[in-house]
C-alpha cells in the first residue's frame, strides 16, 4: 500500500514540475486568466491550468502499481479508467479551448456516473425511501438518484476551487478519511483507489500550494470530485454498515456550497445556476481576511500568501465535519446532527462576511497584523 501511495505521489510530482518547468512553451494554450479577468478569479498571475493532467497520471501510476502487486485486478483497473475518461477529457477540453460549457461537463458527470453504475455496480437508493422497496419506480428512483449524486457532487468540486491549495488540501483531507473507512471495512479495492488518488492529488499540492505556480484546472477538479464520489457511493452501496450520514458528513462542505450556490444566484439574484461569480465563502473569506494579512499591491508574493492564507481558513472549517464524521462515524444520530450543525454554521459564516460584519473570533487575525489597533478592531463598535 505504502509503494502505491509513493509511485502516485512520485509520479504526480515529477509530471507537475516538467508542466512547470516548461510553461513557456504551452502557456499560450493552458493558462488561466489573472485576477480581474473573471469574477471568480482571485489570484494575481498567468498560471498553467493543466495539473489535472499529473493527477490523472498519478492515479493512473497508482492503480498501475496496485494491479502489478496483484493488490488490483487488470479488469478494475480499466472499469476505473473507463469511468473517470468523460469527466477527465471534458475537463481539459475546456482547460485548453475555454469553450466547453458547464452543462457540457455536467453532462460528461453524469454520463461518468452512468458508466460507473454499470460497470462497477454502484447504486444507492435515496434516503428516507426504505417503504418504497418493491415498488415498480424504485429501482428507476434508485438510478436517478445515484446519477444525481455523483454528478452533483463532481460537479460540486469544481465550483469549490479556486484558492491556492483550496482542492487540493480538502481532497487529500477527504480521501484520507476515505481510505480510513475503507482499510477499516476490508475494501482493498477503495482503498487502493483512495491512496491512488491521494498521492496524485498530493504530488500536484506541491506546486499549487503555498505560491500557486500550477491550477488543476476543469479536469483536475472534476477528476478528484468524480472519484471521491463514485468511492462514496460503491462504500454505501457494498457495505451497509457503513452510514450514508457518515458520507454526507464528510461531503458537507461541498454539498453546502453547490446548494448554496444554487440558492442564492437562482433565488434571490435570479441569475441562471450557473453563472460564474466571486461570491463563494472562499472568495469572501479572501476578501475580508486573508487580504489583510499582506496587504501590498504591489508584490507578488504578498497576495499569493493572501490567497494561502485564505485556504488554510477553509481548511479548519473542512475539519469540523470531517472529525465528526469519524469520531462518530457508527453513530447515525450525531453525524446527523453534525451534518445540520455545519450547515447552519455555514450559512451563518457567510451572511456575516457578505454583509461585512466579520464575525469576532476572525477579527483576532486582523489583530495580529495590525496589533496597534487591536483594540478598535475588536470593539462591537468598530467591526465590519
Request: charged content about 15%; aromatic content about 12%.
Given at each position: 500500500?505504502i509503494t502505491v501511495l509513493f509511485i502516485s505521489l512520485l509520479s504526480s510530482a515529477v509530471s507537475a514540475f516538467f508542466i512547470v518547468r516548461f510553461s513557456h512553451l504551452h502557456l499560450h494554450v493552458t493558462s488561466?486568466?489573472?485576477?480581474?479577468?473573471?469574477?471568480?478569479?482571485?489570484?494575481?498571475?498567468?498560471?498553467?491550468?493543466?495539473?489535472?493532467?499529473?493527477?490523472?497520471?498519478?492515479?493512473?501510476?497508482?492503480?498501475?502499481?496496485?494491479?502489478?502487486?496483484?493488490?488490483?485486478?487488470?479488469?478494475?483497473?480499466?472499469?476505473?479508467?473507463?469511468?473517470?475518461?468523460?469527466?477527465?477529457?471534458?475537463?481539459?477540453?475546456?482547460?485548453?479551448?475555454?469553450?466547453?460549457?458547464?452543462?457540457?461537463?455536467?453532462?460528461?458527470?453524469?454520463?461518468?456516473?452512468?458508466?460507473?453504475?454499470?460497470?462497477?455496480?454502484?447504486?444507492?437508493?435515496?434516503?428516507?425511501?426504505?417503504?418504497?422497496?418493491?415498488?415498480?419506480?424504485?429501482?428507476?428512483?434508485?438510478?436517478?438518484?445515484?446519477?444525481?449524486?455523483?454528478?452533483?457532487?463532481?460537479?460540486?468540486?469544481?465550483?469549490?476551487?479556486?484558492?491556492?491549495?483550496?482542492?487540493?488540501?480538502?481532497?487529500?483531507?477527504?480521501?484520507?478519511?476515505?481510505?480510513?473507512?475503507?482499510?477499516?471495512?476490508?475494501?482493498?479495492?477503495?482503498?487502493?483507489?483512495?491512496?491512488?488518488?491521494?498521492?496524485?492529488?498530493?504530488?500536484?499540492?506541491?506546486?499549487?500550494?503555498?505560491?500557486?505556480?500550477?491550477?488543476?484546472?476543469?479536469?483536475?477538479?472534476?477528476?478528484?470530485?468524480?472519484?471521491?464520489?463514485?468511492?462514496?457511493?460503491?462504500?454505501?452501496?457494498?457495505?451497509?454498515e457503513v452510514s450514508p450520514w457518515f458520507i454526507l458528513l464528510l461531503l458537507a462542505y461541498p454539498v453546502t456550497e453547490v446548494l448554496f450556490s444554487i440558492y442564492r444566484r437562482s433565488f434571490l439574484k435570479q441569475?441562471?445556476?450557473?453563472?460564474?461569480?466571486?461570491?463563494?465563502?472562499?472568495?469572501?473569506?479572501?476578501?475580508?481576511?486573508g487580504i489583510w494579512i499582506w496587504d501590498d499591491d504591489t508584490n507578488v508574493l504578498a497576495k499569493a500568501l493572501s490567497n494561502s492564507f485564505a485556504t488554510v481558513l477553509v481548511w479548519v472549517l473542512m475539519l469540523?465535519?470531517?472529525?465528526?464524521?469519524?469520531?462518530?462515524?457508527?453513530?447515525?444520530?450525531?453525524?446527523?446532527?453534525?451534518?445540520?450543525?455545519?450547515?447552519?454554521?455555514?450559512?451563518?459564516?457567510?451572511?456575516?462576511?457578505?454583509?461585512?460584519?466579520?464575525?469576532?473570533?476572525?477579527?483576532?487575525?486582523?489583530?495580529?497584523?495590525?496589533?496597534?489597533?487591536?483594540?478598535?478592531?475588536?470593539?462591537?463598535?468598530?467591526?465590519?
Amino acid at each position: 500500500m505504502i509503494t502505491v501511495l509513493f509511485i502516485s505521489l512520485l509520479s504526480s510530482a515529477v509530471s507537475a514540475f516538467f508542466i512547470v518547468r516548461f510553461s513557456h512553451l504551452h502557456l499560450h494554450v493552458t493558462s488561466d486568466t489573472a485576477f480581474g479577468e473573471g469574477p471568480q478569479k482571485i489570484h494575481h498571475e498567468i498560471t498553467p491550468r493543466i495539473g489535472g493532467v499529473a493527477i490523472a497520471i498519478g492515479l493512473i501510476a497508482g492503480l498501475l502499481a496496485a494491479v502489478q502487486t496483484d493488490v488490483l485486478s487488470g479488469k478494475k483497473f480499466q472499469m476505473w479508467i473507463l469511468c473517470v475518461t468523460p469527466v477527465f477529457f471534458a475537463g481539459l477540453a475546456e482547460d485548453i479551448t475555454k469553450k466547453v460549457g458547464a452543462r457540457w461537463r455536467l453532462g460528461a458527470a453524469f454520463g461518468a456516473a452512468l458508466l460507473a453504475l454499470i460497470l462497477l455496480d454502484g447504486e444507492v437508493p435515496p434516503l428516507g425511501t426504505a417503504a418504497f422497496i418493491g415498488q415498480p419506480f424504485y429501482p428507476a428512483l434508485c438510478v436517478a438518484f445515484t446519477l444525481f449524486a455523483v454528478g452533483g457532487v463532481t460537479h460540486a468540486f469544481n465550483i469549490m476551487d479556486g484558492l491556492h491549495g483550496l482542492l487540493g488540501g480538502m481532497s487529500i483531507l477527504t480521501l484520507a478519511a476515505l481510505a480510513w473507512m475503507s482499510d477499516r471495512i476490508g475494501d482493498s479495492e477503495l482503498f487502493i483507489a483512495c491512496l491512488s488518488l491521494l498521492g496524485g492529488v498530493f504530488g500536484f499540492l506541491i506546486f499549487n500550494f503555498p505560491f500557486g505556480k500550477l491550477f488543476a484546472g476543469d479536469a483536475g477538479a472534476y477528476l478528484i470530485g468524480f472519484v471521491i464520489a463514485e468511492i462514496s457511493v460503491l462504500l454505501s452501496a457494498r457495505h451497509p454498515e457503513v452510514s450514508p450520514w457518515f458520507i454526507l458528513l464528510l461531503l458537507a462542505y461541498p454539498v453546502t456550497e453547490v446548494l448554496f450556490s444554487i440558492y442564492r444566484r437562482s433565488f434571490l439574484k435570479q441569475q441562471p445556476a450557473g453563472k460564474p461569480d466571486g461570491l463563494h465563502l472562499h472568495s469572501l473569506l479572501y476578501k475580508r481576511i486573508g487580504i489583510w494579512i499582506w496587504d501590498d499591491d504591489t508584490n507578488v508574493l504578498a497576495k499569493a500568501l493572501s490567497n494561502s492564507f485564505a485556504t488554510v481558513l477553509v481548511w479548519v472549517l473542512m475539519l469540523l465535519p470531517l472529525g465528526m464524521a469519524v469520531l462518530f462515524c457508527d453513530r447515525p444520530p450525531l453525524l446527523i446532527c453534525g451534518c445540520i450543525g455545519f450547515m447552519l454554521c455555514y450559512v451563518s459564516l457567510y451572511w456575516g462576511l457578505v454583509r461585512f460584519k466579520t464575525p469576532r473570533w476572525l477579527l483576532w487575525i486582523k489583530a495580529v497584523r495590525y496589533h496597534k489597533n487591536a483594540k478598535r478592531l475588536l470593539d462591537p463598535a468598530c467591526r465590519e
